[in-house]
């Protein structure tokens, strides 16, 4: 174990070095904030301050909920840098080919196309940014198409657009709306400028539009290739490795009774059953606004005729579908937590039960006034600057207001001095369980922690320097560490079950962790190819994502493993759904973390992919396929042992189950996945603007595919129903068989 134990440390040490490292390349190499753009002849375009007020309004309506920019985002809207910089070329080019050969420059013979466009490659391309002024300095054609573009825009976010799912009165200042213009110029003018001394652009050439010149980089093919190569020597290294230690372990035989039958629940534990209610009732809420959510994409601007939009816009329910998610799967996991406590321990704090109830206050708190933080920001009842505290911040994931945020660090604090307390009596023990009782704190300290990820921006933060905070508490937050508590927390469990042996659960667990934050730390630049970074991050997240997805490749042996433990003698069956549960989280991590996850990750296939329907894809199958049925493992598992000695019905849980993951696989393959796969193939061959844009998506055949979402929402959606409806039995007595 002391060997196991350095090799994690020294893992997390070199991780974070490495990923610090390029986090200072970053901050280095991040696009210039323009102050100005001003036109050869003097005429101010932008002045000061207007982008960087753009991006506060662009927050304040709901930021990557509503399209997304440098592909980070919502999927109904365009993405905005991508189609910005179409609509500038356009215009551009039609008015130098009505110039020049009075015509439109569609109408033009390929060789006199190529001309302009190499003409306006040029004009694009060149950076005439003065790092002295702060000013960059552009053709006079390019403030007509700002005008252009401006007028555009102010008709999509003040008259609203069906098709992108913009309610009308999104924006109706004219200020703000310029604001919001300059800033969606600012990001595609740092897609489509060169770095200084270099030929490629600030955003690695992204999004792919050959009008401009933009097109794949050497380095985006070559790093694809060092990481399916990482990813094949991988696999084969922990194939070989895993087969050389399968006869050195020794499973203990199954006790005849269960050992947690007699268990008597103390107050804490039975303080976290709000807990559970909470989670279920918020399911069920995540589920209706998902439907309404993926709804909006065939009707922008209502729900089957009913013109829900005026008062639950889609920017609304895609916020509440994402934070209603993340909450009920870290409530279920903090009250994993909590309950598990006193079943390591052995005892209880005093106290412990208080701390419980205050907890459950604050998260209570927070999930209510965050979410009408963000209906009051969208709704523009509130400032640029009080949405950024109080209301929207505008970055998925990490939507809500700062002060909730705050709150929401404050309550994990807590949650985390609730578990430590309660876990220091086992920690001060000898024997085999210390090695697990110490990955269990070291998880959870950095669960608590690593969310202060979230707080390193302000309300006028760089865009780049804000997406590499995001991604730490969206990728090593909820991705990481969580992944390491759950890893440890279901070791625990089947040792607890004398399911297991303790040094054989604390050796597996450490090395999943080690094994998994390996690829996983430095991984987390995968996300960053594209996000106005140097190429370091490109070259660094390809190789280290693909290691992501080795150990995932031999979670099928640990859930046939689980599968084995559950049938072994009669009271394990107690636990079948719960450890089916679990079952189905190793299946979704092959499926969803690892086959659609690395589908996307390599940087060609992301040059391509970003932002297109294979990123939901990836996003449903991981983050409730792994995370959310993980959480509904650990609430069911809780509430087994709460009351120990009574059998359950079955029969929901047993349809829930499937529907849930039949529904969930449904809605991949007959949706998400072909409408991936067709918009990559339109991106492919006319531009990434074109597979995100209004002529595309709401073409019949796209149409029909997002339609067939309904059978897999609905199969889900009931699912998720008889899940709530069965929780609820144990509290009413009819989730229990009747004894005769």
């Not at 033009?108 to 950076?127: F, K, N, P």
């Not at 704090?349 to 209570?364: C, D, T």
């Not at 054989?504 to 934050?517: D, E, G, H, K, P």
């Not at 979704?588 to 329907?613: E, H, K, S, T, V």
Request: charged fraction near 15%; glycine fraction near 10%; hydrophobic fraction near 50%.
């Amino acid at each position: 174990m002391k060997r196991l134990w350095l090799l994690f440390g020294l893992v997390m040490v070199v991780s974070f070095a490495v990923l610090g490292w390029i986090g200072v390349r970053i901050y280095q190499e991040v696009p210039p904030l323009v102050d100005k753009v001003v036109t050869t002849e003097g005429k101010v375009v932008i002045d000061e301050g207007e982008i960087q007020a753009g991006q506060n309004v662009w927050q304040s309506m709901g930021g990557m909920e509503v399209g997304s920019v440098w592909g980070h985002g919502s999927y109904v809207a365009p993405d905005w840098t991508a189609d910005w910089l179409h609509r500038e070329a356009v215009f551009i080019l039609d008015r130098w080919a009505q110039d020049e050969f009075s015509t439109d420059y569609a109408e033009l013979d390929t060789e006199r196309q190529a001309q302009l466009s190499g003409r306006l490659a040029d004009l694009m391309r060149t950076s005439t940014f003065d790092p002295a002024t702060g000013a960059v300095t552009v053709d006079p054609i390019r403030e007509e198409a700002f005008q252009s573009n401006l007028q555009h825009y102010s008709k999509v976010f003040s008259d609203g657009n069906a098709d992108y799912a913009i309610q009308a009165g999104a924006i109706t200042d004219s200020e703000r709306l310029k604001q919001l213009s300059a800033f969606f110029f600012w990001t595609s003018w740092a897609a489509s400028t060169n770095r200084p001394d270099d030929h490629v652009t600030y955003t690695n050439n992204w999004p792919y539009e050959p009008l401009v010149g933009n097109r794949p980089t050497g380095d985006a093919v070559v790093w694809t290739g060092v990481s399916i190569i990482m990813l094949l020597a991988g696999i084969s290294a922990m194939a070989w490795w895993y087969a050389s230690r399968r006869s050195e372990e020794e499973e203990p035989l199954a006790p005849e009774t269960d050992p947690l039958g007699q268990w008597e629940a103390t107050p804490s534990q039975q303080a976290t059953i709000k807990y559970f209610w909470v989670v279920s009732a918020l399911i069920l809420l995540q589920m209706l606004l998902g439907v309404i959510t993926a709804h909006y994409g065939v009707e922008g601007d209502g729900f089957y005729g009913f013109p829900l939009s005026e008062w639950l816009p889609y920017s609304v329910t895609r916020t509440w579908h994402i934070q209603i998610g993340l909450f009920w799967i870290a409530t279920a996991w903090l009250a994993a937590g909590l309950f598990i406590g006193p079943l390591v321990s052995e005892q209880e704090p005093k106290g412990q039960r208080l701390g419980v109830n205050i907890l459950f206050l604050a998260l209570l708190l927070v999930v209510a006034g965050s979410l009408t933080g963000e209906w009051l920001s969208v709704q523009n009842k509130l400032t640029d600057t009080v949405s950024f505290y109080f209301g929207h911040q505008g970055y998925e994931y990490v939507d809500l207001g700062r002060v909730w945020q705050l709150a929401l660090f404050a309550g994990l604090l807590l949650w985390l001095f609730l578990m430590i307390r309660v876990l220091l009596p086992a920690l001060r023990k000898e024997g085999e369980q210390k090695q697990l009782v110490a990955l269990l704190a070291v998880s959870t300290t950095a669960i608590a922690l690593f969310y202060g990820a979230g707080l390193t921006w302000g309300q006028h933060t760089h865009l780049s320097i804000v997406e590499y905070w995001r991604w730490w508490v969206v990728h090593l937050w909820v991705e990481g560490f969580f992944e390491v508590f759950a890893t440890t927390v279901i070791a625990f469990i089947f040792m607890r079950l004398h399911l297991i042996r303790p040094g054989i659960a604390a050796a597996a667990a450490l090395l999943s962790a080690t094994i998994f934050l390996s690829g996983g730390i430095i991984g987390t630049c995968h996300h960053l190819y594209f996000s106005g970074t140097p190429t370091v991050a490109l070259a660094w997240g390809s190789v280290f994502s693909a290691l992501e997805v080795v150990p995932l490749v031999l979670v099928g042996f640990d859930a046939t493993e689980d599968l084995r433990r559950s049938k072994t003698t009669p009271w394990v069956r107690h636990y079948k759904w719960p450890i089916y549960f679990f079952i189905s989280v190793a299946f979704w991590n092959m499926i969803g973390a690892g086959l659609f996850g690395f589908m996307i990750n390599p940087p060609i296939a992301l040059y391509y992919m970003q932002g297109l329907n294979t990123t939901p894809l990836h996003g449903h199958a991981a983050l409730f396929g792994v995370y959310g049925m993980l959480g509904i493992g650990l609430m069911l598992i809780c509430l087994r042992v709460l009351i120990p000695g009574v059998e359950w019905k079955d029969g929901l849980l047993r349809f829930s189950f499937w529907a849930l993951n039949g529904g969930l696989m449904a809605m991949c393959v007959l949706s998400l996945l072909p409408v991936g796969l067709m918009q990559t193939s339109a991106s492919v061959e006319h531009g990434y603007w074109y597979a995100r844009s209004s002529e595309f998506m709401q073409s019949p055949l796209m149409q029909n595919l997002r339609w067939m979402r309904v059978p897999g929402d609905t199969l889900f959606f009931l699912g998720a129903v008889a899940l709530v409806v069965f929780v609820a039995g144990l509290k009413t007595g009819h989730s229990f068989r009747r004894k005769y």
